[in-house]
């Protein structure tokens, strides 16, 4: 999304392009004070898609096989930022054959050619951190074969955006972008010959960021997973980098990994991906493991909650709540209104899911993909947990308000498994109820008992849902208890309506049943899932039980169980190409 268009934000682009024009008359580095490590990991059949001119950058594919990747015209800001962003250099690497590095190195020096001088829209220290991290990283793999001009034209523009990053680092908005831009800063400032001066100023200001950013939970103000990675793995690089140099990692830093590396292994679902809440998706394959054995963390798991998000666990099941109030203020621009969902992932097949983020395919499908009906959770008479504002004057962005203030929750241990309790007031000031959930997963993970309850109990709460039911003429206040499955998971109504049961490709056999009696309505309704590097959603299911509150205490009780001829373990033999294609 753009920045507001406010005097502050004018000023600030303003002084990038300031910089970034005066940024060319810096003196050109000479080389690498050492050999660069490739750090980063990418995505193979990418790679081979950039190769074939398939062109697939924040939900847009431009078939464009002889057109230059700087003369294409970007359909929007995001397009232009990730191509500007480098981080295709990653994929084009994963493949490393001559027709990838000769792909890499045109795109490349036709950057410098377009953009060295500090033209174009490449020039924000969020954009210019993670871009000098790639040519750094994939330094050998862009110069092998290259004359002496053209190494020198690379380093040149190594230098400017150095300098560039030097000057500029503290207008990146803190929180993921600010972490880019110093790291950025840092693996140049160590890394060019000549510029070692650089380094110092900014190994300092990253360390004030971990303590300002990072909380005592080992999380980030907008909770959101896939962006805690990105910054762990920031900071994992940056650490790796310094010791390299011979140097230290100062204290705030490392402390910052060590309370991250836990937590991210309580987002990590059985099948090795992340948790996909807050706009957040599962990350890069590989990349969550590969981070968490460069940080050198001894795995552990905090107790209680981590980033505000409860993680049960028994055989190969593992089930994230979302277990805190949604982020406020300018964290919420990319919340979802999600308090009490869950996913469920059983060995490496993911079964309950959220719909995800729908940023990269549009305005109306982010917002879909923000409100609770689009979340494994129950929802009250068509009403989200939480409200989006108006949008900012001139950027459009949504803060998440009116959400649920208080979430008491308790994790505690059964004889037979593990226990979570929650409540949530987001419907309190609208129907005057508050959605308790409770689930309970046994110890070899084979099933899922679970309970919602809608309950007034306060009188003011009473006179409040009193006068819900009025405005129903004593028909109820509907409830729908959504649970959306993975676009893998096939999905039939079994035993004359009365349960779902789900087969997964790995060949297990979960059913779905309540116990609410015929005032349940039990259906199977089509549902999306969303993910960055797709040109659509994927179709996909969702099971919704539906009824209706009558009294001040309501009570619904369902389980997920895997039926009794699933093996208790199965050999999940299956492969899953990816496929960018839809």
Known sequence: MSSPDTFASR????????????????????????????????????????????????????????TALWD???????????????????????VGDMAARARAQTWLWGWIAAHGTGRGPGWTPDLAGRRVIRWINHALFLLRGQDKAAS?????????????????????????????????????????????DLADPAVRALARECAA??????????????ELLEVFTLLTWAAAVLHDAGRGVPGPHQAAIERIAPTLRTLRHADGGLARFHGGGRGLEGRLDHALAASHVKPG?????????????????????????????PASYNAHASTLAFELTSGRR????????????????????????SHSTLCLDGYSSARLSEPARGSGREALIDGPFRVPTEISQMTDGIRFQGGHDGYLRSFGLTHVRSLDLSF?????????????????????????MDATVLSGVGFDIRLHLHPEVDAALDLGGAAVSMALKSGEIWVFRHAGGPSLTLALQPSVYLEKGRLKPRASTQIVLSGRAMDYRTRVRWSLSKAQDTAIAVRDLHRDEPDFSN
């Not at 079964?351 to 009906?373: K, Y």
């Open 11 to 66: 000023r600030t682009r303003l002084l990038n392009r300031w910089y970034a024009r005066r940024s060319r008359r810096q003196r050109g580095a000479t080389g690498f004070v050492s050999q660069p490590e490739p750090r980063t990991i990418g995505s193979f059949a990418r790679g081979r898609q950039l190769i074939a001119g398939n062109l697939l950058f924040a939900g847009y594919l431009i078939e464009s096989q002889d």
């Open 72 to 94: 294409v015209a970007a359909p929007n800001a995001a397009f232009d930022a990730d191509r500007h962003g480098f981080a295709w250099l990653d994929d084009l690497a994963a």
């Open 152 to 196: 020198a034209a690379f380093y040149r523009a190594l230098a400017a955006q150095a300098w560039f990053l030097s000057k500029r680092w503290s207008a990146a908005a803190p929180g993921l972008p600010r972490f880019e831009a110093l790291t950025g800063l840092i693996y140049a400032g160590l890394s060019l010959q000549g510029r070692e």
């Open 213 to 226: 950013q990072i909380d005592s939970q080992g999380g980030l103000p907008t909770r959101n997973p896939e």
């Open 301 to 329: 798991q905090p107790g209680g909650l981590a980033m505000g998000y409860a993680r049960l666990s028994g055989g190969r099941t593992s089930v994230i709540v979302d277990a805190s109030p949604p982020p406020r203020g």
């Open 350 to 373: 993911p079964l309950i899911v959220n719909c995800g983020s729908g940023a990269s395919f549009g305005v109306e499908w982010r917002r879909a993909g923000r409100a609770t009906p």
């Open 444 to 468: 070899d993970g084979r099933g899922l008992a679970a309970e919602d309850m809608l309950l007034a109990v306060e009188d003011a709460d009473k006179r409040r849902f009193d006068k819900a």
